[in-house]
């Protein structure tokens, strides 16, 4: 069958979901992972034809059912390096890169022989194993409550060369900091945790809410800092002087994150904007 022929397919079946280009991007990034066949290779050989055209066919029907593109590939990338993604993770989203970028600009103010790094509720271990990757005198660990999510970041670890230790621990629960951390200290402590509020569902696109796993995403209204305000308290008495502790946020409390890192002690706090200029990533240091 020509691609050619496909491509009009998933068009027909799809423009009215995605819009045009977002379906060209689809198809051309199928094509690439099932048959190693880019957009340049098929645009100079627009006659192409493939024996077995089930696995199209087959991501044509689940991309109809919102499935995110990501999922059916089981790999995306994020901050240059590969991941692979399944449904118990977040799919790494460009406002997280930022984030990496600003933990990897910060790192040569604490001017360490060797940094330890803490990432909270690491997921696919995205966060973790860029930091991992940029940071040469970085001992990084990495904590998720899923051990699904666990799995999927150890392989993710090995798939880009880093070593990270990885540990399941449940953050809401002030006991497995003892039990995994002892009297560790770290020079950074970096979150993205559950932030979305249950009344903000509404705003979330289809293929995200149906898809990708609650337990990382949503938290009740009545506490929407339920989170940040244990891993806040945690960070308090175990980052070093003058560490940091960055997180990843909801756009719509950056005031009550300022006001939840005060009470905490921290200092030098900052409130920053990602690329769609809204209030995503803040940062306090410990006194």
Not at 23 to 33: A, H, N, P, Q
Not at 82 to 110: A, C, D, G, M, S
Not at 193 to 222: G, I, S
């Amino acid at each position: 069958m020509k691609l050619k022929d496909i491509q009009q397919q998933f068009h027909l079946e799809l423009d009215d979901i995605y819009g045009k280009e977002e379906v060209d991007s689809f198809f051309f990034l199928l094509i690439e992972s099932f048959y190693n066949l880019t957009r340049i290779k098929l645009a100079m050989d627009p006659e192409t034809l493939v024996n077995d055209s089930s696995k199209l066919k087959e991501a044509l029907e689940l991309l109809k059912e919102e499935q995110p593109i990501q999922y059916i590939l089981g790999e995306t990338e994020f901050y240059g390096l590969p991941f692979k993604v399944n449904p118990y993770t977040l799919i790494p989203r460009p406002e997280t890169e930022e984030l990496v970028e600003w933990i990897i600009k910060h790192q040569p103010k604490l001017n360490h022989e060797t940094l330890n790094i803490l990432d909270i509720g690491t997921g696919s271990g995205c966060i973790a194993i860029s930091l991992a990757k940029n940071i040469p005198n970085a001992k990084v660990y990495a904590l998720d409550v899923s051990p699904e999510a666990l799995k999927m970041a150890r392989q993710n670890a090995e798939l880009n060369n880093v070593s990270i230790e990885f540990i399941e621990a449940n953050i809401l629960n002030p006991d497995t900091w003892s039990d995994a951390f002892k009297s560790m200290s770290f020079s950074v402590i970096v979150s993205n945790p559950p932030y979305v509020r249950e009344q903000e569902k509404q705003l979330m696109k289809p293929n995200v809410l149906n898809n990708e796993p609650h337990l990382a995403l949503f938290v009740k209204d009545e506490n929407p800092l339920l989170f940040y305000k244990a891993i806040a308290q945690y960070a308090s008495s175990n980052l070093e002087k003058q560490g940091a502790l960055f997180f990843e946020i909801n756009e719509f409390l950056g005031r009550e994150m300022i006001h939840l890192l005060t009470s905490n002690h921290f200092v030098n706090i900052q409130l920053k904007q990602d690329i769609f200029k809204k209030d995503r990533m803040i940062k306090g240091e410990k006194n």
